[in-house]
Every structure is written in structure tokens, then in C-alpha cells.
């Protein structure tokens, strides 16, 4: 029982360093908006953009190089992060001076888009 517990504990240390080593391997690069988000967090945004406008990665990304901003879409879809940012950081601004609500939607690219590339509107 003595050798074991030696033996458990450092295959959870490797474990923990291969997590490690392999996340840093897999950061995104050229990361332009969202740098003060985790690789993890970065990749759920993403997820949640994809999701929003009804589109898979590669409508922005070169998947062979999803650091490369060879495709017009990416370069727009980094200006439309930061007017989502901009105007969650607005909304917040005017909930704290004004409304005081507790549970304040954020505005994502579901608002606008509700899953679709097109954005909606009442017409």
C-alpha cells in the first residue's frame, strides 16, 4: 500500500502537467479581442458565436490555421466582439446609474442574429 500511494500521486502530477503542456499547445494565436479570456473561455465564446449567427467555424476560420486572417468574415466578426463589448459595457453602465437589476441580459450575437447569419428585424 506504501508504493502505491507514491505511484497515484505521480500520475496525477503528469496528468496535471500533460493538461497543462497540451493546453498551452492548443492556444489560440493572433488573438485580437477577448485577451482577457482563458484558451477555455475563448473557445466557449466561440462556440456561443457560432451558435448565434447559424454558422460553423470555418465561415471566419481557416482551419488548417485558425490564426490566419486570410477571410474578410474574421476581420468583421472581430469588429462586431467589440460593439457587443462596447455595448454590454453601456448597459451595465446604465443599469448601475439608473435600473439597478439584478439579473441584466448581456447582449450576444443571438440578440441580433437568433441563430441565423442574417440579422433579424420586424419586417
Known amino acids: 500500500m506504501k508504493r502505491i500511494i507514491p505511484v497515484i500521486a505521480a500520475c496525477f ?5 500533460l493538461d497543462v503542456s497540451v493546453d498551452a499547445q492548443r492556444a489560440p ?3 485580437k479581442v477577448l485577451t482577457d479570456l482563458s484558451t477555455r473561455e475563448i473557445r466557449d465564446y466561440m462556440k456561443s458565436v457560432s451558435s448565434g449567427i447559424g454558422e460553423k467555424c470555418d465561415y471566419c476560420h481557416n482551419l488548417k490555421d485558425y490564426s490566419s486572417d486570410e477571410k474578410e468574415t474574421k476581420l468583421i466578426g472581430r469588429e462586431f466582439i467589440k ?7 453601456q448597459v451595465a453602465a446604465i443599469n448601475t446609474s439608473v435600473m439597478n437589476k439584478e ?12 441563430g441565423e447569419l442574417a440579422i433579424i428585424s420586424e419586417d
Open 29 to 31: 494565436k493572433n488573438v
Open 13 to 17: 502530477v503528469m496528468t496535471v502537467l
Open 83 to 89: 460593439l457587443v463589448e462596447q455595448v454590454n459595457e
Open 103 to 114: 439579473d441584466l441580459q448581456p447582449v450576444t450575437c443571438y440578440t441580433c442574429h437568433a
